[in-house]
């Protein structure tokens, strides 16, 4: 005779011993999966086997699982509210078997009622089915539910896996992908029921197994406008404005936009301070750009540590460029390249300001720190070369006119030098000052002529202006031992002095006439700029909480494919866990 607790076999001529091994190994199976009572709980005296028997119709086997299913069915039965939708035939099956009459349609009721039911309840329900290997489900319940609920990932046969249909949000794709590290094979179908509902940090990974994309604009699924931002931020950086990105509290961002607004927006932080570079640069990307665009040509290294490849290589192109005065059309244009690129080139020969808008202001800036410097041949070649050019701006015109007239005053080519000056379009005072000087300076005897020079500019300084008097003595300084030097600046000084002590400088050719025209852009280098970043992840990957979230709502998705009639445990029972 069997004991109590075994299954009944059936009637039937000659049970084979492959029967007798199949319910045995159903009893090991039942034995592994049996819950344990819960510590607290005291030990009672379980169900007599003629209930035990009674169970079995409804697919129970054991006194353990029967303990487990009455408290879930109490649980169910109890756990109704005023706005309870279950099918009363469901229920009054659910009480029915509570008051001792177990039937075979009971499944079907717990089926039922969880479908109305909230996803904690089914998570629990399941979890019962489960552990005490209830043999309630349907073939494809059965694999999919140990793939859910087992500890371990499982492999469920490409058959076994719910449809589009039936997993209506995509939550068993994507917690079977997650578990099986295959989240970019996931279809864009699936990916499309997960967005609206799945937590962040899964939308993330998405994003991170690059199956969502900024194409279609999925963030726009998201119901909380919070996360649209977040995920618009994340896929779209390009896209974002200021104002959500001050939401966002995304300092990278801001501090770029700041940058690139001209703010000064650019304060040292400890990462900045921290950086142990050989020449110890700046790490702030933004900082040594500031530096760039002021024409510092010592952030390059530190650049090339923070830039992307593609802007390192470009940066290699503006140094590289100043070997020849070469530089690509697209970096001439950037004028916040222009300081840049003036420190690291030194003219060897005149500069042809045909050659583009920055070549045209570098001759006119030549020609002028030529004749600073004394150096009047070189003036004169790069001079003539700008008072050929006739397609610069008005300004820069009548500056290289004005030039050669003071090159020709040098030489005391008084017509020349007022040819020169008819030659400036513009009407400014200054010109007209030059050409008075000019014209007095006809009416003089050659002897009782001043020295024809502008002793600010023999100083190296624009005209008039207010520090000739440390450059003086920085200058004297340096040609401490050249006599003749020497002399030439003490003369400078001394005409310096004469024309302020008598508040009359009409004989000092001015020059420049407006010295913005030399002046270099104050532009930000824009093409050095690095693009704005996706914002980082904020979530975990792989968050444990996200994925039981998955695991809830595929239970629930799919629990119209788990619950079925019971079937006998020697018949397709599973063995295995």
């Not at 406008?225 to 001050?246: I, M």
């Not at 142990?276 to 500031?290: F, K, T, W």
């Not at 700008?386 to 008084?414: I, R, T």
């Not at 270099?520 to 904020?538: G, Y």
């Amino acid at each position: 005779m069997v004991n109590d607790d075994r299954p009944s076999t059936g009637p039937g001529p000659g049970a084979s011993t492959h029967r007798a091994d199949m319910i045995e190994a159903w009893r090991e199976q039942r034995r592994a999966r049996r819950v344990r009572p819960d510590a607290d709980e005291p030990r009672t005296t379980g169900p007599d086997g003629f209930t035990l028997r009674r169970w079995r119709r409804a697919g129970v086997f054991g006194a353990d699982a029967v303990r487990h299913v009455e408290r879930l069915l109490a649980d169910l039965r109890d756990a109704r509210s005023d706005d309870e939708t279950a099918p009363d035939w469901a229920l009054r099956l659910l009480a029915r078997c509570l008051d001792g009459d177990p039937v075979a349609q009971l499944p079907s009721a717990v089926k039922a009622v969880l479908e109305h039911r909230e996803s904690h309840d089914v998570v629990t329900a399941m979890t019962v089915i489960h552990e005490a290997g209830l043999p309630w489900l349907t073939p494809p319940g059965q694999n999919r539910l140990e793939d859910l609920m087992g500890s371990e990932p499982t492999v469920v046969s490409r058959e076994m896996h719910p449809t589009l249909t039936e997993d209506t949000a995509g939550a068993f794709a994507a917690q079977y992908a997650l578990r099986h590290d295959g989240l970019a094979g996931l279809s864009a179908t699936v990916c499309a029921r997960l967005l609206p509902w799945a937590p962040v940090g899964i939308v993330d990974d998405l994003i991170d197994a690059g199956v969502v994309t900024s194409d279609g604009e999925p963030w726009k699924a998201r119901p909380d406008a919070g996360e649209r931002d977040y995920l618009w931020a994340r896929l779209a950086p390009e896209q974002v404005d200021e104002e959500t990105a001050e939401a966002l509290g995304w300092q990278e961002y801001l501090r770029r936009r700041r940058f690139l607004e001209g703010e000064d927006a650019v304060v040292a932080d400890a990462e900045a301070a921290d950086y142990a570079g050989e020449n110890g640069d700046d790490v702030d990307v933004y900082g040594l750009l500031e530096r760039a665009a002021e024409g510092d040509a010592g952030a390059i290294k530190g650049l090339e540590y923070v830039l992307p490849r593609y802007l390192v290589l470009r940066l290699r192109q503006v140094r590289d460029g100043a070997l020849t005065g070469n530089w690509p059309a697209e970096m001439l244009a950037d004028r916040g390249l222009w300081r840049l690129m003036s420190a690291l080139w030194e003219p060897k020969a005149a500069v042809s300001p045909r050659r583009s808008t920055f070549h045209a202001l570098a001759a006119l800036r030549h020609a002028y720190d030529s004749i600073c410097a004394g150096d009047l041949k070189r003036a004169r070649a790069q001079v003539e070369l700008l008072v050929e050019y006739d397609q610069g701006n008005p300004g820069q015109v009548a500056e290289a006119w004005n030039m050669s007239a003071y090159l020709a005053l040098l030489e005391e080519n008084l017509d020349g030098a007022l040819a020169a000056l008819g030659q400036i379009a513009v009407n400014q005072p200054r010109v007209e000052h030059n050409r008075d000087l000019l014209e007095r300076r006809r009416t003089r005897a050659r002897n009782d002529r001043p020295h024809p020079s502008n002793p600010y500019l023999e100083l190296g300084l624009p005209h008039q202006s207010p520090f000739w008097k440390q450059r003086y003595r920085d200058l004297r300084r340096e040609s401490a031992d050249d006599r003749e030097e020497a002399a030439r600046l003490n003369r400078a000084m001394r005409r310096i002095q004469q024309a302020e002590q008598q508040e009359d400088l009409s004989d000092f050719f001015v020059l420049p006439l407006d010295a913005e025209t030399f002046r270099l852009p104050d532009d930000l280098p824009v093409t050095l700029v690095p693009p704005v970043e996706p914002l980082p992840r904020r979530t975990a990957p792989l968050d444990p909480d996200d994925i039981e979230t998955l695991r809830r709502r595929a239970l629930a998705d799919l629990l119209p494919t788990l619950l079925n009639a019971p079937r006998r445990p020697d018949h397709q029972h599973r063995t295995t866990h």
